[in-house]
């Protein structure tokens, strides 16, 4: 040993025998995980190169540029948090929350409480808008709100994962500038699969996941944050409470300093590189217009066989599916009857939904018409049997 | 559409044309990340599964006992942080400090500075004691620093990354409980390469990363905590003022309860068990002989070709060796040289020790023999050309 310490022996009753991985292979139609687009898996398991290689600066850059053409955003603070989109979402309120400050959160689902329940920790002054799940905000509601409150941030769902609603976004912005506040998007179902204008729909921080959308695996949380937001940042009085998060400190490496911050998870970037590559490849109205037809479809067969979705069809996201689980069905048995049976993951419901609805992802690559008629056959033939 | 939105028109100005990835092969010699066992790199391109899937949930159990064997503690809240090494290092800091705590931190290299940083965000008390750059701390001194602050926690490196120094354990963790704190341990250069026994050496906190000894690209951060540090967690007054990092939401989904937390990143938990399996095959002690064997072998090589290391022998670290830059030579200009020309990655000095220093990593998959001769015979033909 290089120590002169002395060791104690090693305790082998930890370990266990374990053999090599084996993955059951999965259809992930729940709400995310999807599948991966083979591509994206083929550039995580690259051999990784250091976090301040020239090459590794490059392919930042790339990963920003590309983010913000996903996003339609010139934001400059755009890059992805090293951290699941939850971690993104934190990184919202870390950087432009400071004690006191008035939060608004607009509550429509499981989403909007986690946005309340975080920006709490942030010590804001966290005040709500809520309505029914699997239903959207007005503007009437909003500006009231907005009135009422005066609050310096309001956060709001895009794409509610938890109910299937896509919020319409127009007039928000021009509504959090009339009253002066800044506004804070989740993305985290939308971004690649929904069309979203960071820019045109004035939105001054969001956030996304890379799993959904995207069609790489979970572990990388897109941010953005434009000048508005970052002037609010500027003038805290107090550091950002969270180290990991502190969009000033990753500035410093994300920007041209590249001053080391933390040791980036490499590999995840290559896999995010090529995802947002094969976007642009394809075209983000193109891409947009793929998981609208697919949805579509999906939703008239759905109708076809007798059950009845959870939203309206204009608010519908065509991202997620809600289904109403039909009376007399346990939905819990029917998920894990596909699943163990058929390999099909479909998500139950999460809080007030919890044994209401199925949801049904078909998300980024798994966004296919052949995707739509093994849904539907496996309904047809299962659901019976329920 | 599906909402009746008008949509502004795509700016393509955003997007470019990008190439399919190509990433360039590298040997991985400096601080980390080091390059990646290709069974581990097989095993981060398999289609995720979902993650509240059984054979996920089956899976996170396993990568808690792998972790537990490769620490050597029975901690029952042993788990991969969805972040990298920084964060695991924040959720110690940010699950047991509360406002006004007293936080000891030993800082003699740059990552105790960073716990610092990070102490003072969550509003600690915070003290330090130092001692130079590539020295280890006394008992002695160690006590005094106790005996004078009275500290509720305090926060130590064990391998220091950015000096090369394996601070000796022995008494360490006898002293915290003899003046009644808590220790945390910065493992991240230690993990799978440098002997470690967490509970004979009695740490309460600990966390260490995916990219150095365990051979796994970067992303995830290990944690484990005892039940004296669950007890200081379970005592608080506040909640966590993190959402992300706040171990006693987490524990509800890595215990047995396996509610729904953030959507874990489920592709480098595959990688990660499989590093752990392979850590495991191998066992503790011959992969701690493998990281000292070969670190003997560059050290010797190393002093034959006339090079001063930084640290004295007896504290030097199997994993990180720290050379002394020669008189007249351009540190920064040689590893650039070696990373241009031959591929080959090795550090600079951090902080302190930036211009005087490089950082030469062989850890995890990297610390071979053959590893070692591509070294030495670099440094011996390109060192004379500068």
């Known amino acids: 040993m290089t120590s002169t310490q002395a060791l104690p022996s090693v305790n082998n009753t930890f370990g266990k025998t374990v053999k090599p991985i084996s993955v059951p292979k999965r259809h992930l139609f729940g709400p995310g995980p999807s599948n991966a687009n083979p591509l994206v898996l083929e550039a995580l398991a690259l051999q990784p190169v250091g976090h301040l290689d020239p090459y590794y600066i490059d392919l930042m850059a790339e990963v920003q540029d590309l983010l913000r053409y996903s996003w339609q955003t010139t934001n400059r603070l755009t890059l992805p948090m090293s951290g699941t989109g939850s ?107 929904v069309p979203l204008f960071i820019d045109e729909w004035k939105v001054d921080l969001a956030y996304s996941c890379s799993q959904k959308g995207l069609s790489c695996p979970p572990g990388l949380g897109p941010f953005t944050m434009n000048e508005r937001a970052e002037n609010k940042l500027k003038s805290r009085a107090s550091q950002v409470p969270n180290w990991y998060l502190d969009v000033s400190l990753l500035n410093k490496y994300w920007g041209s300093d590249r001053v080391y911050h933390h040791t980036a998870p490499v590999n995840m970037n290559f896999g995010m590189r090529e995802a947002l590559r094969l976007l642009l490849d394809e075209g983000l109205e193109n891409s947009w217009k793929r998981h ?53 993951e479909i998500g139950g419901g999460l809080g007030d939904l919890g044994g209401k609805v199925w949801r049904i992802g078909l998300m980024g690559y798994n966004s296919k018409i052949e995707n739509v008629e093994l849904l539907l056959d496996i309904f047809k033939s299962e659901l019976p049997k329920f």
Request: aromatic letters at 6%; one cysteine or more.
């Open 292 to 344: 609208k037809d697919n949805a579509e479809a999906l939703w008239d067969g759905l109708e076809n066989l007798g059950l009845q979705l959870h939203v309206e069809r204009r608010l519908r996201l065509p991202t997620l599916t809600t289904v109403r689980i039909p009376n007399g069905i346990d939905g819990k048995a029917f998920a894990t009857h596909l699943l163990n049976n058929h390999g099909i």
């Open 87 to 193: 971690a993104a979402m934190e990184a919202t309120l870390a950087n432009i929350v400071e004690p006191g400050d008035t939060v608004l959160v607009g509550i429509k689902g499981y989403f909007g409480n986690r946005l309340f329940d975080m920006a709490g920790r942030y010590k804001a002054n966290v005040q709500t808008i809520k309505t029914d799940w699997g239903k959207a905000f007005s503007l009437e509601q909003i500006e009231k709100a907005l009135k009422e409150h005066n609050p310096s941030v309001f956060a709001l769902v895009h794409a509610e994962t938890s109910t299937g609603v896509c919020q319409p976004m127009e007039g928000i912005g021009e509504l959090c500038r009339k009253y002066n506040c800044l506004l804070i998007l989740d993305t985290v179902t939308s971004l690649g699969g």
